[in-house]
């Protein structure tokens, strides 16, 4: 396999709040190969969409990059290097805002939301916002702008494109509205577009419609995309590869049919077990114990131990990043999960297990299980 | 007058009553050809036209109606969830809020234990509000955050005169524990929890004044997938501890398919379908359920085969489509009778025709046309005709005229378009009654 467009290395976000400083991306490591599309699946807090954003370097104060590196293509979006002191500082090399803006961000790297209103303006007419953005991209004039703005709203489904080129955001349904954003940033070519939970806010049917689209799309342009998503559904659907979070950290990343039919990690054999299913009939689901803590006072040891139905003392003390745990050597299938004791050797087995949330009677903070028990 | 419907026509539709109790078991709630209107003015005399050009009186009257929910009738037997599904925009809430009374219906019945809700009023309703209960979408908005948690879950009793304080207090904490949380929280305020317990604690509060019957709208769509399992599962322990029935609205067929026994399925204000829940998921007989069922990603990727896709978007409910409101989405619209054409001919005079109403494509020749729409299968004799007319009309720059014939022509003369379609299907899973609005079904019933 070629290089990947994107590695992620070991990246850190923090937001430094008046109540201390919340680590909501807090080691992760992913990569994203051509034409793939890789999916970043958690609960909310999770820490993926701050994950994306990071990527983009579009992190909002008091929110900060604070180590790790991203690498675009050998470019580096995030690089830190050690000072005398031992504190961290960009190293020279890192690409300036200025470079993101007018070489990366919207050329290279498009982005999609989640609530399309918020990425379009409501005072400007559909065909203009999207013709300026095609203007500044692609070094074209305003005509030939047109043109493909145009062809781009065809290319996405929209009838009667240069008619509607004139009508104002709030004149598009949502899905339509999502479509215009898809065109948007398609229309500059990149080579990698992150989607932040781009279906959430519509309706099956219509996220159904673009879901199809965007598969065509990807196979017609050959472009990259990280597809940020809590739906397992769509994951399946679309995805070639998966990454979990749990709290700021990856708990799983496999291929797409390992993640579901061969699951590493009990995070996602749980989040897997308590969803209700569309193609069958599911008696009794399986919830996953407690509520997931807050990222600012995260659990010692591995941070899923407090729900976990596998967890063992080692497992409070000890924090597992994702290696791979795959017998084969085909693709790498990593899960952060002690369980795997042939490659983390941290004696998982004869730890003792310990007693959680999944048991009832006992509770750590909030608890939202059946059970009751003291604060 | 064309903006109120003629009350002779409910009756006239009593037929259409949607799959019910079986006999003998009286039904805890009967809904009977049930219809909210919403004015569609946006000022005081906006609906008003002033035209300087006519005789006599200047200005007319013309008033626009968003049909939210027309003519929906179904019942709902003790002890039972019935599940509602629809998209944004179907009715769902609208119907949810007038069967209750929280709105005014404009027409139809609500029959709770005897009583039509839709004409009590007053004290008697206030009353009867006592037995029915509903939880809404988002768990933050629904709970005062300068109430502690306790007072919260007694007011409704409060309201109704339950008990002395100290019995409220105690069935408060009492009923805290049963949801799943700690009674020692009878002191806290809601922005102390997190999003699946303030869910808890409007069910607690629900559950207060000892209800027969809970709405529920959207109860878990804003949690995430673990919390939400642990409150659906709360929720049907509760059904069964309490002897609750539950009507549970969500756009989330997998949900609905967990916790439901029946379904009834909305589409543009109406029911389309409502069947057992086996039945409805296993063998979905309308169009629209059946496109819904084919779009839910589901959580397998060897599961991923290709699916139908539904073209367009939902129609206006200010100016419904005639007959079945799906036809103008629908894939499997019936050729009008009076053509004799073969299946493959009629797919392609149907894509054809959407196209052209849509005007989503360029215009080009007439030879191009017919080899992308049609290749060898052009249908001769009258169709034919109709096509070579909008044929014509096309190469003449007149799209809409076009569409217009188009129309005419083939989707006005279809039953889809003429008539109200109300069926009942011979179900295939459990003995329930299998209620389709769906004219498909017309030669099924036939050959009974």
Not at chain 1, 203 to 208: F, S, W
Not at chain 1, 363 to 375: F, H, M, N, P
Not at chain 2, 145 to 162: L, S
């Amino acid at each position: 396999m070629t290089d990947p467009i994107l590695e992620v290395r070991d990246l850190q976000t923090h937001f430094f709040t008046a109540d201390g400083v919340v680590r909501a991306v807090d080691g992760v490591s992913f990569e994203v190969y051509e034409e793939e599309i890789v999916g970043i699946v958690g609960e909310s807090g999770a820490g993926k969409s701050v994950a994306a954003a990071s990527i983009m370097r579009l992190v909002e104060d008091p929110g900060e990059v604070v180590g790790g590196e991203v690498s675009f293509k050998g470019e580096p979006i995030v690089e830190f290097e050690e000072t005398e002191a031992g504190t961290r500082r960009p190293t020279d090399a890192m690409l300036s805002n200025r470079e993101m803006r007018e070489r990366i961000r919207g050329r290279e790297i498009a982005i999609i939301f989640q609530d399309p209103m918020e990425s379009l303006n409501p005072v400007f007419t559909v065909g203009g916002q999207l013709r300026e953005f095609i203007e500044i991209n692609r070094d074209v004039g305003e005509s030939e702008a047109r043109e493909i703005a145009v062809e781009m709203l065809r290319e996405v489904g929209i009838p009667e494109p240069r008619e509607r080129l004139d009508d104002y955001p709030h004149q598009f349904s949502g899905g339509m509205r999502q479509r215009v954003l898809i065109a948007m940033a398609l229309s500059c070519e990149p080579s990698l577009i992150i989607a932040d939970e781009p279906t959430t806010a519509l309706d099956v049917t219509v996220e159904g419609q673009i879901l199809e689209q965007v598969a065509d799309l990807q196979e017609k342009y050959g472009t990259s995309f990280i597809w940020v998503t809590h739906d397992l559904g769509v994951v399946a659907e679309i995805c070639d590869r998966v990454n979990v979070m749990y709290l700021g950290q990856m708990a799983e990343q496999a291929a797409v049919d390992a993640l579901f039919h061969d699951t590493r990690h009990p995070y996602t054999d749980a989040l897997l077990d308590s969803l209700p299913r569309p193609d069958r009939t599911v008696e009794e689901l399986r919830p996953i114990a407690g509520v997931m803590p807050e990222a600012i006072n995260p659990p010692s040891g591995c941070r899923f131990h407090t729900r976990c139905p596998d967890a063992r003392e080692v497992c409070r003390q000890v924090n597992p990043d994702a290696r791979d745990v795959s017998e084969s050597d085909e693709r790498p299938h990593r899960a952060a999960c002690l369980k795997h004791e042939d490659v983390f050797h941290e004696d998982y087995w004869s730890s003792p297990p310990i007693d959680n949330e999944t048991d009832s009677g006992f509770a750590v903070g909030r608890t939202d299980a059946g059970g009751s028990g003291d604060e | 007058m064309s903006d109120t419907r003629d009350p002779g026509d409910a009756t006239g539709q009593a037929g259409r009553t949607a799959a019910g109790a079986s006999a003998g078991d009286d039904p805890l709630l009967r809904v009977e050809g049930l219809t909210k209107l919403f004015k569609n003015d946006s000022g005081f005399l906006s609906w008003l036209t002033v035209d300087r050009d006519a005789d006599g009186v200047p200005v007319t009257a013309d008033r626009e109606w968003v049909r939210a929910v027309e003519d929906v009738s179904f019942e709902i037997r003790r002890g039972e969830t019935l599940g509602l599904v629809g998209e944004s925009g179907c009715g769902k809430s609208t119907l949810a809020r007038t069967l209750l009374r929280l709105i005014d219906p404009t027409e139809g019945d609500v029959y709770f234990e005897g009583d039509n809700l839709a004409e009590l009023s007053g004290e008697a309703l206030r009353r009867k509000r006592k037995d029915m209960q509903i939880i809404f979408q988002d768990p933050q908005s629904s709970l005062d955050p300068r109430m502690k948690v306790g007072p919260i879950v007694e007011e409704p009793m409060r309201a109704h005169d339950m008990l002395d304080d100290e019995g409220r207090e105690e069935r408060a904490r009492e009923l805290l524990s049963r949801v799943g949380l700690d009674p020692q929280h009878y002191n806290r305020h809601p922005h102390a929890f997190s999003g699946g317990q303030r869910q808890r604690i409007n069910l607690a509060r629900a559950l207060s004044v000892n209800p027969d019957f809970v709405v529920c709208d959207e109860p878990t769509s804003a949690l995430d997938a673990s919390i939400q399992a642990q409150v659906l599962n709360t929720m049907r322990r509760l059904q069964e501890e309490f002897g609750l029935t539950y009507l549970f609205i969500s756009h989330d067929l997998s949900v609905i398919r967990h916790i439901s026994d029946r379904v009834a399925v909305m589409y543009l204000g109406e029911v389309v379908e409502l069947a057992d829940k086996e039945e409805l998921y296993e063998n979905p007989q309308h169009p629209y359920t059946q496109a819904l069922l084919d779009s839910i990603p589901v959580p397998d990727p060897r599961e991923s085969e290709t699916r139908g896709v539904l073209e367009g978007d939902v129609p206006s409910p200010i100016e419904p489509p005639s007959g079945c409101r799906f036809r103008t989405r629908c894939p499997e619209l019936i050729a009008p009778a009076e053509y004799d054409l073969t299946d493959a001919e009629w797919a392609a005079v149907r894509a054809f025709t959407r196209r052209v109403v849509r005007h989503g494509f360029e215009m080009t020749t007439q030879a191009d046309l017919e080899a992308e729409f049609f290749g060898d299968t052009r249908p001769g004799g009258p169709a034919g005709e109709a096509l070579d007319r909008a044929f014509v009309l096309l190469e003449r720059k007149e799209p809409d005229a076009a569409a217009d014939h188009l129309r005419d022509s083939f989707i006005e003369p279809s039953i889809c378009a003429r008539e109200q379609p109300s069926y009942e299907v011979d179900p295939e899973y459990g003995d329930g009654r299998h209620f389709c609005a769906c004219h498909l079904q017309r030669d099924e019933e036939l050959t009974h």
